[in-house]
């Protein structure tokens, strides 16, 4: 009866362990009633994408992300208004305590859904992922590094005023890696979606990142 209470308090204490960090397998290096809130820019062709996004981790399994990027052109056209998109996103990701363990001690996974975006003018684009995410503390001492990775099944939809919507569905891969600084948090991130050139996805096939934020 000792053995079993003490296999029992030992499995507890490692799910514990792994909930703690159960955000960074959706991206995020957030615990357990956590708070992230931080400004990115990335760099897809020709153009210049700047935003903020925030983060929520519940205590236990779920977290609840969000964020808004400003997209321009890169070089503004002369005699033209100079003009801009927002990219509005938000997502959930469940935590799978027993697959983390399994994979190992430092390692977190979760589902991760998410859905995008774009609309102007009559035509409104939506990107919805969703994959699972991968997540790991690397254990450098005094500096805390985390990566994770998330392969995606992207379905995209494109709508356009009058005319009939398309949507397609592709795969993709987002990955990722942070090092904090105290309550700061810098990381880099890219995304890459495996589409042909006809595709009607409306970004870059791959596309870099960087990102700084503070944990609450």
């Known amino acids: 009866m000792t053995k079993t209470a ?13 909930t703690a960090q159960a955000q960074i397998c959706a991206g995020y290096p957030t615990g357990d009633r956590g708070m992230y809130f931080g400004a990115r820019a990335d760099f897809p062709q020709d153009l210049d994408s700047y935003g903020v996004e925030a983060n929520y981790n519940f205590s236990g399994p779920l977290g609840v992300y969000g964020g808004l990027n400003v997209i321009s052109a890169e070089e503004e056209v002369e005699g033209e208004d100079d003009e801009s998109i927002d990219e509005l996103y938000a997502g959930v990701a469940f935590e799978m305590a027993n697959v983390g363990l399994m994979i190992g001690p430092r390692v977190s996974a979760c589902l991760v859904g998410e859905i995008r975006n774009m609309s102007e003018d009559g035509v409104s684009y939506n990107e919805i992922p969703i994959g699972l995410g991968i997540g790991a503390s690397l254990g450098v001492p005094g500096i805390p590094v985390s990566g994770y990775v998330q392969p995606q099944l992207v379905i995209s939809r494109i709508s356009i005023e009058d005319v009939d919507s398309e949507t397609e569905t592709n ?35 791959t596309t870099f990142g960087i990102r700084v934020g503070v944990r609450f």
């Open 6 to 18: 003490a296999f029992l308090a030992a499995v507890a204490t490692a799910a514990f362990a792994g």
């Open 171 to 205: 795969f993709g891969v987002k990955a990722g890696a942070t090092i904090g600084f105290g309550l700061i948090s810098v990381g880099g991130e890219v995304r890459h979606l495996f589409i042909d050139e006809d595709a009607l996805v409306l970004r870059d096939e």
